[in-house]
Nanobody, 126 residues
Framework: QVQVVESGGGLVQAGGSLRLSCAASGRTFNAYTIAWVRQSPGKEREFVSAISWSASRTYYGDSVKGRFTISRDHANNTVSLQMNSLQPEDTAHYYC???????????????????WGQGTQVTVSS
């Protein structure tokens, strides 16, 4: 089982940047594809980005392509999400999640991620 903890959220003006981090406990973190998913009040969870367990593949939702970059540091068991050119519509609670099975690559299918953190709030002011 994988436990993940998100950090790095906050309040930023439109056009600004934030970097979210997902840290995990357990030796097997590097065996899991990790995704970022966000949710705003009254809306469904939206896939943001994912990076495969090998870091060979990355995925982005259409609304963040070209602005967000996902990466992972195997040595430190972390996955980061660099968010640039933030807009008010990016305001949401951002969750990190690990895939249901190790060495699998669900890509943007958020239903295939089982191990969720508590999330971190990102608020972008206009």
């Amino acid at each position: 089982q994988v436990q993940v903890v998100e950090s790095g959220g906050g309040l930023v003006q439109a056009g600004g940047s934030l970097r979210l981090s997902c840290a995990a406990s357990g030796r097997t973190f590097n065996a899991y594809t990790i995704a970022w998913v966000r949710q705003s009040p009254g809306k469904e969870r939206e896939f943001v980005s994912a990076i495969s367990w090998s870091a060979s593949r990355t995925y982005y939702g259409d609304s963040v392509k070209g602005r967000f970059t996902i990466s992972r540091d195997h040595a430190n068991n972390t996955v980061s999400l660099q968010m640039n050119s933030l807009q008010p519509e990016d305001t949401a609670h951002y969750y990190c999640a690990a895939a249901r099975h190790p060495y699998s690559d669900p890509g943007p299918n958020k239903d295939e991620y089982d191990y969720w953190g508590q999330g971190t709030q990102v608020t972008v002011s206009s």
